[in-house]
Nanobody, 122 residues
Framework: QVQLVESGGGLVQAGGSLRLSCAAS????????MGWFRQAPGKEREFVAD????????WYGDSVKGRFTLSRDNVQNTVYLQMNSLKPEDTGIYYC???????????????WGQGTQVTVSS
C-alpha cells in the first residue's frame, strides 16, 4: 500500500508559478513511476506529467509542455511539479498517482492522492 499526500496548491495570477509536492509513504517509493493528473469542473481527469522510478525519463501532456517540470527525490519520497507561466485553463484539482506497470493512462495507476486545488485567475 502507498499513501500519497499532495500539497502546494493555491490561488495564483496568470503568468505566475506554483510548485506542487506529493509525499509518499508505505511501500518502496522508488519502485513506482509517479504521475500527475488534473480535473477541471465538468471535465475528464487529464494527464499532466509522469516520471519513471529512477527519474531518468519524463512525459508531459501537450498542454503543459515547456511550462511544467516534474522531478522526484527518492530519499525524501517526494515528487515535485513545478508549474510556470500558469494560465486560467490550468485551473483544477491536481492529483498525484503511483504506478508499478504499464503506461501513463489513468487505468495504469494503482494509488491516488486526495488532490490539491490550483486556481489561476486572469
Amino acid at each position: 500500500q502507498v499513501q500519497l499526500v499532495e500539497s502546494g496548491g493555491g490561488l495564483v495570477q496568470a503568468g505566475g508559478s506554483l510548485r506542487l509536492s506529493c509525499a509518499a509513504s508505505g511501500r518502496t517509493f522508488s519502485s513506482y513511476n509517479m504521475g500527475w493528473f488534473r480535473q477541471a469542473p465538468g471535465k475528464e481527469r487529464e494527464f499532466v506529467a509522469d516520471i519513471t522510478w529512477s527519474g531518468g525519463t519524463t512525459w508531459y501532456g501537450d498542454s503543459v509542455k515547456g511550462r511544467f517540470t516534474l522531478s522526484r527525490d527518492n530519499v525524501q519520497n517526494t515528487v515535485y511539479l513545478q508549474m510556470n507561466s500558469l494560465k486560467p485553463e490550468d485551473t483544477g484539482i491536481y492529483y498525484c498517482a503511483a504506478r508499478s506497470r504499464g503506461t501513463y493512462s489513468k487505468s495504469a495507476y494503482d494509488y491516488w492522492g486526495q488532490g490539491t486545488q490550483v486556481t489561476v485567475s486572469s
